[in-house]
């Protein structure tokens, strides 16, 4: 069974950093797509960026560009979500997604998820 485990949410003030993690277990990380998504209040979930098999990156969002960077430690079973340069915007309950294929979808899909952490960006 697959089971995901967000963290390194919080508080950080515009134009800091943070680095949320997503452990995997039930699944080996090489094998499948994984990516982040987010939900702020009263909005729909939006997808931002997936990591494939075979470490190709998908960005599902042009407001992360340049600012956000999807990483992976195979060995850790392990996806990780570098968010530099966070606007209040950034604001919303992040989560990580597995995916069943090999592939980023076009429609940022997911099979199972984690329970999501909070990052509010606020001065």
């Known amino acids: 069974q697959v089971q995901l485990v967000e963290s390194g949410g919080g508080l950080v003030q515009p134009g800091g950093s943070l680095r949320l993690s997503c452990a995997g277990s039930g699944f080996a990380l090489g094998n499948n797509a994984m990516g982040w998504v987010r939900q702020a209040p009263g909005k729909e979930r939006e997808g931002i960026l997936c990591?494939?098999?075979?470490?190709?990156?998908?960005r599902y969002t042009d407001s992360v560009l340049g600012r956000f960077t999807i990483s992976r430690d195979i060995g850790k079973n392990t996806v990780y979500l570098e968010m530099n340069s966070l606007k209040p915007e950034d604001t919303a309950v992040y989560y990580c997604?597995?995916?069943?294929?090999?592939?980023?979808?076009?429609?940022?899909?997911?099979?199972?998820w984690g329970q999501g952490t909070q990052v509010t960006v606020s001065s």
């Open positions: 990591i494939n098999r075979s470490g190709g990156v998908t």
């Open positions: 997604g597995w995916s069943r294929y090999y592939y980023c979808t076009q429609s940022s899909s997911y099979d199972s």
